[in-house]
Nanobody
Framework: DVQLQASGGGLVQAGGSLRLSCAAS????????VGWFRQAPGLGREGIAC????????YYKESVAGRFAVYRDNAKRMVYLQMDSLKPEDTAVYYC???????????????????WGKGTQVTVSS
């Protein structure tokens, strides 16, 4: 079974940093693009940072570009999201996801991916 387990969420003050981790199992990790999505209360889920299987193509939603960084360690089957300069509007449940399709990373990030993990809550206080 494909499994993705996100961790690292928590409560942080505005301007602070957090690093989310996602452990993958049950599939050939380095054949899949991976990404991070989030869902704030009352809003739909949005793709914020996605990267290709070899990290040669990366997409960031404009609202997080320059503050967040997605990277992966294929040997450890891990995906990370480094979040800096956090803002209260970054408060959401964050999910990691994976997809094997050949479409562009940006398209996958905007439309969604095939496999999802359970989310981790990030709360940014003002």
């Amino acid at each position: 079974d494909v499994q993705l387990q996100a961790s690292g969420g928590g409560l942080v003050q505005a301007g602070g940093s957090l690093r989310l981790s996602c452990a993958a199992s049950g599939f050939k990790f380095d054949d899949y693009a991976v990404g991070w999505f989030r869902q704030a209360p009352g809003l739909g889920r949005e793709g914020i940072a996605c990267t290709s299987k070899k990290e040669d193509s990366t997409y960031y939603k404009e609202s997080v570009a320059g503050r967040f960084a997605v990277y992966r360690d294929n040997a450890k089957r891990m995906v990370y999201l480094q979040m800096d300069s956090l803002k209260p509007e970054d408060t959401a449940v964050y999910y990691c996801a994976a997809d094997k399709s050949r479409v562009e990373v940006a398209t996958m990030c905007i439309l969604g991916m095939d496999y999802w993990g359970k989310g981790t809550q990030v709360t940014v206080s003002s």
